[in-house]
């Protein structure tokens, strides 16, 4: 690796530390360097907090050091006001000589703006340093930006003969496939994206509170598919461990392709990735409608010999792991 992909390669270890917390803003890494030592880290603060760039500039000590570094991210500083203000105007006070971008940000707000700040400034700017990388790492936030929708992962657990779940069940309550250790997992999961989505059927059959009970981190939005208001209060995913969204035929027409539409939906209300957990018909739908980004699937030893088919789906396959004696395969969409 060369010189530059070595510290945005760290850029990209610390910035995971805000995923899950910086939503809708996208998870920034960044490093400053003075003579071959990297002298303050920072990553995006919690939504509404310090960018990654302020909190590396606020951690040096010495600030006369900052005209003689250079400042790695992952992604373009921003040029606009929002919740805070311009990162690329705080490295230009600070005559910050040399920037080594990861990214351009192809948010319209800035686009190349902060870079041309920048540059104007008579700043040294490097630009596209393990570019694809950086890209992947902030799939959500371009997905949300360049396809106007959530970054959306579809998530099951089906039986070693591949059912989802069986034909009777004597309470309304989840019928576990995968161990403990899987269910812990699709917890830390739920933590790190800002929504999640069921059917009506699952509501009725499971009653889910789809929260991060088994993990430590904010519980996601719940979004439910409730076509007719079928559903009473009385669910566990009406009550206020989080806010829960419903969507119902008088929000989009149920007669038409609907996954585009709850996309369109949750995109107008800032929800930049969701995971779909349920149940089948739910998930064939996005899937029949190639609506899909990732998929994660779990496989594990029960066997029901009837019951609900899991979904099918064509994928390429990007990772393969044992947890204990569950199976778990994670696609990507061709």
């Excluded at 509404?48 to 992604?75: F, M, P, Q």
């Excluded at 739920?190 to 789809?210: F, H, K, W």
């Excluded at 018909?281 to 066997?303: H, P």
Aim: charged share 25%.
């Amino acid at each position: 690796m060369t010189t530059h992909e070595i510290y945005i390669s760290r850029c990209l270890e610390i910035a995971k530390n805000g995923l899950g917390t910086t939503r809708p803003n996208p998870m920034v890494g960044a490093v400053i360097v003075y003579n071959n030592t990297i002298i303050s880290e920072g990553y995006t603060s919690a939504y509404g907090s310090n960018h990654a760039e302020v909190n590396a500039i606020n951690a040096v000590k010495d600030k006369s050091l900052l005209s003689k570094s250079t400042l790695y991210v992952t992604l373009e500083p921003c040029s606009h006001y929002g919740k805070t203000a311009p990162c690329s105007d705080l490295i230009v006070k600070h005559s910050i000589p040399n920037v080594v971008i990861g990214c351009v940000d192809d948010n319209p707000e800035v686009a190349g703006k902060g870079i041309a700040k920048l540059k104007a400034s008579g700043c040294n700017v490097t630009v596209g340093v393990l570019e694809n990388e950086c890209k992947t790492h902030h799939k959500r936030f371009f997905t949300f930006h360049n396809k106007k929708r959530p970054y959306i992962i579809l998530k099951w657990a089906e039986t070693h003969d591949g059912f989802i779940a069986p034909i009777i069940k004597d309470k309304k309550k989840p019928v576990w496939i995968t161990n403990t250790y899987s269910r812990q997992l699709v917890h830390k999961w739920r933590a790190e994206e800002q929504a999640i989505l069921v059917g009506t059927n699952t509501v009725i059959e499971d009653n889910p509170s789809l929260t991060v009970r088994d993990w430590s981190g904010e519980n996601p939005i719940r979004v439910v598919l409730d076509k007719i208001s079928k559903l009473n209060s009385d669910y566990s995913i009406f009550n206020e461990d989080s806010k829960t969204i419903r969507i119902t035929n008088k929000d989009i027409d149920f007669d038409k392709p609907i996954a585009t539409q709850i996309a369109t939906l949750l995109h107008k209300q800032s929800i930049n990735s969701i995971i779909i957990e349920g149940g089948a018909k739910t998930l064939q739908t996005f899937i029949n409608e190639e609506l899909w980004d990732e998929a994660r699937i779990f496989t594990g030893t029960v066997e029901f010999k009837d019951g609900t088919k899991a979904p099918e789906l064509k994928g390429r396959l990007i990772s393969e792991s044992r947890i204990k004696n569950d199976l778990l395969k994670i696609y990507a969409k061709d």
